[in-house]
């Protein structure tokens, strides 16, 4: 047992020191904790910052391919551009060509037959078995929207010939002369009829001939 | 729910003082002792101890009128010591700082600096009767009861048949007990109580005396006054202040046999026998002056404590003391347990308990047993 002689005010003095001292240690641990904490995180955060530097430099050489994917993907169009323009420029050229074989096949059958009219279509070749062929309008709109994997594969030429022929034979030396030219792998006889022209008899014939580029 | 800040406490204490006491400051007119127990196990240990003695009072500064104090010797009066001393002692205790575990200390003045009476009154509630024990004593004492400070405990009913009840009462001016402290805090020890003499000797018995059933009769020979009181079960059931045995009137009464200081009679007191003469003891006790005085102080005081125990065989029956402890500076007495027990008739020892490894081992122990008993308060507060 004791006494305490030390007056009240001196004691509640000493005891809001003291717990104000043991709440300082408290807040001052609690503190250090928080400190610590944070220390850590910010440790964390910067090796992450690290390790994001290395990602990134690695990662570069696959930037650099896409880079180089996009800029050969611009040249590619570009250059499809430019053929798709000669190619254009070289169908023009073609119809001559077309008229030279079909003038050199008249020749062969002796004049026996007459050429009344020629229609020439181009259309662009495609591997894509639904699209139509002929369409020479749909060649036109889908030149724009050419893209580099298009399956543009060249250009296909129609030739639909009219004509009339004193005798069959003549239209079947005509056909194999047009076949022989090699510039035709498909040529089919669409329909013949029989007509009079000045009294005699002649055959009309409509023959579809496809060709393409080579 | 108890509040976080008392958890905090309770682990503090055991994380910090678990087997280490606060610093027992034990303040007299003419040293201060401070000691510092340990607790290994069940056993208690003295681990550390210094003494410091008031610095002379010329060294400090000229005081004019305060004759009551000799030039070696320190403070013969308690009024002027605490007037223009104890603030200069207690400073030199800022350098012991590192000598003892901890901040926290008790403290206590002795040589009568704090009153004790016993006071008889109405059973009533604790603060009640601080009320009415402190109005006794501004009473008695002719003072404000603003300017004391005091406290009581109860002892044991001497007259069962009485409605009221005995309690012992100390009490000290507000601004002595204000000045100690805050002359400790500015020295860097925190005073958490100041205790009284009574309780102190009380709690150092309980340290050498492990039997709750044996009444024991514990006397502080001080400077100014000898301290006598009961114990049992480590509780002080009654106290006498014996005014005019101190060790002062002894020392003045040799100083002027052999016309000497008060420093170099205290010596020749604490000297051993054999030492400084090598005639008989029966011889001595005749032609010697220090013998003399000093068989004349023993018989009186055996006289006083012979009183003392009458007194209680009559009021405390069954609390008849059994044996005496010695402590304080006369234990410094060569063979000062011997001459008394042959003189009053019962077992007496000085008080003493195991010294650390680090104190030497012919230290005056006994002369810290009251500080022993402040440190001890560690373990009572928890």
Redesign the interface.
């Known amino acids: 047992m004791h006494v305490n002689l030390l007056p009240t005010t001196f004691v509640w003095r000493r005891r809001i020191r003291k717990r104000l001292r043991q709440w300082g240690c408290v807040y001052g641990i609690f503190g250090a904790f928080v400190f610590a904490w944070n220390v850590q995180l910010i440790g964390k955060w910067w090796n992450g910052l690290h390790e994001l530097q290395k990602i990134h430099a690695a990662a570069e050489p696959i930037r650099q391919l896409q880079s180089d994917r996009i800029r050969l993907a611009k040249q590619s169009l570009s250059l499809q551009q430019k053929i798709n323009q000669l190619q254009a420029a070289v169908s023009k050229d073609r119809t001559t060509s077309f008229l030279g074989v079909v003038a050199a096949g008249v020749g062969s059958t002796a004049k026996t037959i007459q050429i009344q009219e020629m229609h020439v279509a181009v259309s662009a070749k495609s591997n894509d078995s639904t699209a139509p062929a002929g369409d020479s309008q749909r060649w036109t709109n889908a030149k724009p929207n050419a893209s580099i994997d298009s399956k543009f594969l060249g250009n296909q030429y129609i030739l639909t010939l009219r004509g009339i022929a004193i005798e069959s034979e003549s239209i079947t030396a005509f056909m194999e002369s047009l076949q022989k030219s090699s510039l035709f792998p498909k040529i089919e006889l669409r329909s013949t009829q029989e007509r009079f022209v000045s009294e005699r008899p002649v055959q009309e014939f409509q023959l579809e001939c496809v060709g393409y580029d080579q | 729910m108890r509040p ?2 008392f958890k ?2 309770r682990v ?1 204490r055991l994380a910090l003082h678990r087997s280490y006491g606060w610093t027992g400051i034990e303040i007299g007119c003419h040293a201060i002792n401070m000691a510092q127990v340990r607790k290994i196990d069940s056993r208690w240990q003295l681990a550390a101890v210094w003494s410091v003695e008031h610095p002379t009072p010329y060294a400090i500064e000229p005081i004019q009128n305060v004759s009551p104090c000799d030039e070696v010797f320190g403070w013969l009066a308690t009024d002027a010591m605490c007037e223009h001393g104890l603030a200069t002692t207690l400073e030199l205790l800022e350098n012991l700082n590192s000598l003892f575990h901890g901040r926290d200390c ?1 403290a206590t003045l002795t040589d009568g600096m ?1 009153a004790y009476r016993e006071l008889e009154l109405p059973l009533s509630d604790p603060a009640e009767l601080r009320s009415m024990v402190s109005s006794e004593i501004a009473i008695e004492s002719e003072c404000e009861i603003e300017e004391l ?5 109860e002892l044991p009913p001497n007259r069962p048949r009485a409605e009221t009840s005995s309690f012992g009462a ?3 001016m ?1 601004s002595t ?2 000045m100690v ?2 002359d400790l805090l500015n020295a860097g020890f ?7 003499v009574p ?2 000797m ?2 150092a018995t309980s340290m050498v005396v492990d039997d709750d059933s044996l009444s024991t009769l514990a006397v502080d020979l001080g400077y100014h006054q000898a301290t006598v009181t009961l114990v049992r079960a ?3 059931l009654m106290s006498r202040g014996l005014r005019s045995f101190g060790l002062i009137p002894l020392l003045e009464q040799i100083a002027r046999s052999f016309e000497l200081n008060m420093s170099d009679a205290q010596t020749l007191l604490f000297q051993s026998p054999s030492t400084h003469d090598g005639s008989s003891k029966g011889h001595d006790e005749f032609s010697n002056p220090r013998e003399q005085k000093l068989g004349a102080f023993l018989k009186s005081l055996s006289k006083e404590i012979d009183k003392t125990i009458d007194y209680t065989n009559r009021a405390y029956r069954s609390m008849a003391p059994s044996q005496l402890l010695l402590m304080g500076e006369g234990v410094r007495i060569p063979n000062v347990d011997q001459a008394i027990e042959a003189r009053v008739g019962i077992p007496t020892h000085t008080w003493a308990i195991d010294l650390s490894e680090n104190l030497f081992g012919n230290q005056h122990v006994g002369t810290f047993a009251v500080a022993s008993g402040l440190s001890m ?1 560690a373990w ?2 928890m």
Not at chain 2, 149 to 153: A, G, L, M, R, V
Not at chain 2, 190 to 196: F, P, S
């Open positions: 976080l800040s905090l406490d503090s008790a704090i400070s005091t406290d009581c405990w100390v009490s000290l507000k007990a204000l402290a805050n925190e005073c958490q109580t100041l205790d009284a309780c102190a009380a709690r480590g509780k002080p308060l009572e507060s």
